[in-house]
């Protein structure tokens, strides 16, 4: 059975950083693309930043470009977003995703692109 278990989140003040991680299990995700997605109360889940299975492409939403990093370890089935400089508008439920597609192209920022998905790790950002 594959599972994305996110983990990292927490309460912080506007200004701190966090670093969420994605660990997978039941199957190797070493040349399947991930994502980072995010869900506001009340809002539609969003798209983060993505990385495809080589760590050498990534998109960001334009909110979070220059203050979030997605990466990964390949060598233990894990996917990372570093995530500085927090506002409060980045509150939300953090969601990990995982393609069964090794590349990304600016269409992996729609969920459908995504078969996996974590559980979520919540993120709040007090200001």
């Known amino acids: 059975q594959v599972q994305l278990v996110e983990s990292g989140g927490g309460l912080v003040q506007a200004g701190a950083s966090l670093r969420l991680s994605c660990e997978a299990s039941?199957?190797?995700?070493?040349?399947?693309?991930m994502g980072w997605f995010r869900q506001a109360p009340g809002k539609e889940r969003e798209f983060v930043a993505t990385i495809d299975w080589s760590g050498a492409t990534t998109y960001y939403t334009d909110s979070v470009k220059g203050r979030f990093t997605i990466s990964r370890d390949n060598a233990k089935n894990t996917v990372f977003l570093q995530m500085n400089s927090l506002k409060p508008e980045d509150t939300a439920i953090y969601y990990c995703a995982g393609s069964t597609n090794g590349y990304i192209s600016l269409y992996y920022r729609r969920t459908r692109e995504y078969e996996y998905w974590g559980q979520g790790t919540q993120v709040t950002v007090s200001s």
């Open positions: 039941g199957r190797t995700f070493s040349r399947n693309a």
